[in-house]
Each structure stands twice: as C-alpha cells, then as structure tokens.
C-alpha cells in the first residue's frame, strides 16, 4: 500500500489545478490567536448545492465562543467527530460562481444573501434553500449580516415572546447584532420599544426607531416602575431575578443570548431558565434559534419595505478576519462586525 497522502500534499495538488483559496482555518481553542489564513482546497461541488463567491460575513458572538471553547468545548467536538481545523463563519453575501445540475432557483452570477457553512473563506458552499436574492439596494456588507442575528431577533420576539401590536418590550443589550434587529423587528411587529444598552450604543439604538433609550450605567431599569409584557435578554448580563421583576405577571421572559465568560457561564445560564421555565413554572423560554427558509424571506420583505436595515460597525478584509473575531470577543462591538472579501 501506499503512503497515505497528508494535508499538505492534498492542498498542493489542489493549488497545482488553481483550486485552492484563502480562508479563515481554526487550530485549536483559545483566543482569536488560534484563528489561521490559509490556503485551503476550494469545496468541490455536490448536489443540491451552489457555490458562492463570498463578498461579506458577518461575525456571530457563535464564531468566537466556538473559537474560545475550552476544554467542554473540545471533548464535545470530538465526540462528535468534529475537524481539527474548522473554517469558522455561518453567515454569507455573495455572487453565485456555480450550482449543481439540478439547482433551479439560481444561475451564475447571481448575488444571494443567507446561510452556509465556513463562509470565512473566498468560496463558500450552500444549500439551496439556505440561500435568497439579494435586495438590490442592499449593500453584500448588510445583506451579509442578516442570517444568524435577524433570524434569532425574529424568532425570539415574534414565535417565542409572542409580540402584538401595542405591548411593551423591553431588549436588553440592544445596541449588539442581534439586538440592532431586534428594536427594529419590535417596532416592525407594533410593539412600544424600551432598548437598555451601554453609552457606546445609545446614538445607535435610537436611530434604528427605539421609543425609549436607557443608558444601563446612568439608570437601572430593573428599578424602575414600568412592566413590561416582554424581555428580550442578549446580554445575559443581569440576573434572572432582576429581568424578571420588570414583566407584567404574564409577560414573559425569552433569553437569547449569553456572557462572553465560558462554555460553564453560558450552560449555567441555561440551566437557570429551564429550572424556573419547567420546574418553577415561571414564563421563561432559551432557545437557539432554527434554520427556517421562509424566516429569511420575512426578513427579506422587512428590509424591501423599509421596516428593517442591517447596522454595521466595522468591516474587515478576510485578511483581517481574526481580528475581527478578537473584537467581537472583547465586547466593544456595536451592532454587527462583517468580513468581506
């Protein structure tokens, strides 16, 4: 038998038929340090499939928990038989370079916006039904922000909050990327919008149509006398005590996000909310968001009407992605943070 044909070898050949491009590879779990561009194999492609040339991918607080990890993290990836080197990214805007055969909604040439994969990288490989047109007054920065935080906005207000036209919602930590669509998806649903944000983030949170502003480190809106019928939780920031004085005696409480602090702070969080939701019978719900096409096309016709615009605070060439992921990491991002190629 042969010697078997290692990493390097398999990328060489590969660069010898002009198949090979740069993306964002991660070795290892640690901080953004781990994060590598290499030149990699382009994804050969499979039925069903559409190769895409990325434009734009945006940052998920996903990205850079899965790149922390930790020794949780590591013995569940190989449990699950997970790569040593993954390409990180799940988000993508781009223009279509090929489809398999018996892909109909798309040709060459195409921009399409949603959701495939290690998108950090100069090609990516998508379902076709993970994929949309892009609106053509959409920037691929904006459109390439949509996916994971639109997607988590919407199911979280609208499926699990409930939200009717006229009640009142409270979005703590509203200035991030999944609280910027959240006010605007709020408002979009009827609802009287209070966003609790950080100094950074008050400019931008009212400009996306929040009816009121709370500074969190000039007031503390868990003392105050307003009730709310619902709490969007990003921050995962306050207790859940705290969070929950402030709802009506039916409103409820939807977590969504969680602390920058480890895999064990963001577990402990859950296991807080599923304790109070199925043993204390309290209206409290975690979720992960799910991968609904037609949620895509929601957003989409927000974003043709008016009602919703992706805010973005910076953008990085793919050459600069893991420093991209450094700064989503360290808290200081407003809004949402976009690689683009």
């Known amino acids: 038998m042969g010697a078997a044909v290692g990493k390097n070898e ?21 901080s953004a340090d781990v994060l590598h561009l290499r030149d990699i194999p ?33 013995i569940v990836g190989k449990i699950m038989r997970m ?14 370079e090929a489809v398999a055969p018996n892909v109909t909604r798309f040709k060459p040439g195409d921009e399409v916006f949603g959701g495939a994969p290690a998108s950090f990288a100069e090609y990516v490989l998508a379902r076709e039904d993970r994929l949309l047109l892009k609106p053509h007054d959409l920037p691929f920065e904006q459109a390439g922000a949509v996916n994971v935080a639109g997607r988590t906005a919407l ?7 409930q939200v009717k036209p006229g009640q009142r919602v409270l979005i703590h930590g509203a200035g991030g990327g999944v609280g910027t669509f959240a006010v605007q998806i709020a408002k979009a649903l ?33 003392r105050r006398p307003e009730r709310y019928d619902a709490v969007l939780d990003i921050a995962a920031t306050r207790s859940l ?5 402030v709802l009506t005696p039916n409103g409820m409480f939807v977590q969504v996000g969680a602390a920058k602090g480890g895999w064990i702070g963001v577990f402990a969080r859950i296991i807080g909310v599923m304790v109070r939701g199925r ?14 096409p037609e949620d895509l096309v929601y957003l989409r016709d927000l974003i043709e009407s ?3 615009r992706p805010a973005i605070d910076r953008t990085y060439p793919l050459s600069e992605a893991r420093e991209a992921v450094r700064y989503v990491g360290s808290g200081q991002a407003r809004a949402k943070v976009v690689i683009t190629a």
């Open 155 to 161: 199911q979280g207000l609208r499926d699990h909050a």
């Open 190 to 222: 009827g609802a009287h919008v209070t966003a609790v944000t950080g100094p950074r983030n008050v400019d931008i949170t009212k400009s996306l149509g929040a009816d009121e502003v709370i500074d969190y480190t000039k007031e503390d809106f868990t």
């Open 42 to 74: 382009r994804p050969a492609l499979t039925e069903g499939r559409v190769l895409v040339r990325m434009r734009a991918a945006s940052v998920n607080a996903l990205d850079w928990h899965s790149t922390h990890g930790g020794l949780l993290l590591e």
């Open 279 to 292: 043993v204390l019978r309290q209206r409290v719900t975690f979720f992960v968001a799910q991968t609904i």
């Open 10 to 30: 398999i990328a060489d050949k590969a660069e010898e038929r002009g198949q090979t491009m740069k993306a964002l590879v991660q070795a290892g779990y640690g």
């Open 306 to 308: 008016g009602k919703l």
């Open 83 to 96: 790569k040593d080197e993954p390409v990180r990214g799940v988000d993508l805007a781009g223009t279509v």
């Open 241 to 245: 005590s705290d969070l929950r004085r």
